[in-house]
């Protein structure tokens, strides 16, 4: 079955997004996502100027050794942009064996370990009365576990607060990537936030109990002794994750956390290949993997680090923001329905704009998701709806200190 033609979709409903359409000689589709957040020029070049032509010909049905030709054969290996494209190929081609077997992606892997995905939805306020109105918005939506994200005093804008809940209070929408020529400047401090934040959550759990599983995103911000401040300071709140308390690429710097804090943290977001979780993972560092199927070389990619992972006790718990495309959630869905040693999924509904470009099946119901039975992945890409949204230049914030050094948003 072999492969006729690619396309390499950008597209902006709202938020940029790159995917990736592969079509085999019999007319045979599969989809696979390639965004990289404020860089998807990089990933869209990479594609198709170094990747295209190598695919036209190639068996659609060999996924395995066109990972290996990609990820080898490009001689440069690793890296955000390379494993972005390689994971569009990886999941396109997931889709089209899937379609062509007749079966969702999930069954193709092995089948279901489970009835559906348990998600997390976003709540976050600048204040209190405004985060505990966003944990009860996502507790109507359905949301069964909460990642609870707050305004620090002093600081004007924080990640992962939205300004209000968007489109009118029925939905919250929280879009990091600012369209704009260049990045957004935010002020931090970190001795402020670990001020503040325990009182955050002994205010949330007086409000809304012991047992609601909630989640915190350190978002790379602090230095490893800190990470082991604060998680030691959440520790009577029991949260079900402490995630990206320090920069990841330190890995033994989990060391230090770890014997400070019995709090569970979650890593990798950012990461690309299971290099960067060697250490953590075979050191029992981190308790739940963080990557998406988008950034670790596609369902190849990922399961290959979860089957890892679960030889040392450690969980997923896939990233899925809405810079994750709805292709690249729906291939999570997949594997959070097939792999045993599943966490959470993260789980920011996307806008009614991009669900006009992706048409997609998968559900979210009673705090569960499943990607459906439709064969393939269950997404749809309408082409005359992506070129009515083109591509516009946007960026991630950075923050500085208030002295004026750069650091981690
Ligand atoms: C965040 C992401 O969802 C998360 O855990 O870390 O929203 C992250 O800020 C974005 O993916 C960056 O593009
Ligand atoms: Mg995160």
């Known amino acids: 079955m072999k492969i006729a033609a690619v396309d390499v979709v950008v597209t902006s409903p709202g938020r940029n997004f790159v995917t990736l359409r592969i079509t085999t000689e019999d007319g045979i589709t599969g989809l696979g996502d390639a965004t990289l957040n404020g860089r998807e020029l990089a990933v869209e070049a990479y594609l198709r100027e170094h990747v295209v032509p190598l695919l036209i010909g190639r068996d659609a049905h060999d996924i395995e050794d066109t990972w290996q030709y990609l990820y080898r054969g490009a001689y440069w290996r690793r890296g955000p942009v390379t494993m972005a494209a390689i994971a569009a190929v990886d999941t396109a081609l997931w889709d089209i064996k899937a379609r062509v077997a007749g079966m969702p992606l999930y069954q193709l892997l092995g089948g279901a370990c489970r009835v559906g995905a348990l998600a997390y939805g976003h709540a976050s306020g600048r204040d209190l009365p405004e985060l505990f109105d966003s944990i009860r918005l996502h507790l109507e939506l359905g949301f069964r576990a909460i990642r609870v994200q707050t305004g ?115 890593i990798g977001e950012v990461f690309n290949s299971i290099h960067d979780y060697t250490t953590l993972l075979s050191e029992r560092l981190i308790d739940y993997v963080r990557s998406a199927v988008t950034h ?64 997609t099946s998968y559900t979210f119901v009673d705090g569960l998701l499943h990607p459906s039975d439709t064969p393939g992945l269950g997404v749809e ?29």
């Not at 594997?335 to 993260?346: K, M, P, S």
């Open 152 to 266: 620090i005093p002093g600081l004007d804008t924080v990640y992962g607060v939205a300004a209000s809940a968007a489109g009118g209070g029925d939905r919250y929408d929280y879009e990091p990537a600012r369209a704009g020529v260049l990045p957004v400047e935010e002020s931090w401090d970190t001795r402020a936030y670990l001020r503040h934040v325990p009182s955050v959550f002994e205010a949330v759990r007086a409000e809304f109990g012991p047992e609601l599983p909630l989640l915190h995103d350190g978002h790379h911000r602090m230095t490893p002794i800190e990470a082991a401040r604060l998680g030691k300071s959440l520790e009577p709140y029991d949260l079900f994750w402490l995630e990206d308390a320090t920069p990841g690429e330190d890995q033994a710097a989990l060391r230090l956390i770890r014997q400070h804090t019995t709090t569970p943290l979650a």
């Open 381 to 409: 890409l309408d082409l005359d709806a992506a070129e009515r949204f083109p591509y516009r230049p946007a960026y991630l914030p950075v923050n500085r200190l208030a002295d004026g050094t750069l650091h981690d948003w």
């Open 296 to 359: 670790t070389g596609g369902v190849t990619g990922l399961k290959k680090v979860l089957d890892f992972a679960a030889v040392y006790g450690i969980k997923s718990g896939m990233h899925g923001p809405t810079d994750i495309s709805p292709v690249g959630m729906a291939a999570a869905l997949h594997l959070d329905l097939a792999v045993h040693n599943f966490g959470i999924q993260e789980y920011m509904r996307h806008t009614p704009a991009t669900l006009e470009v992706f048409r």
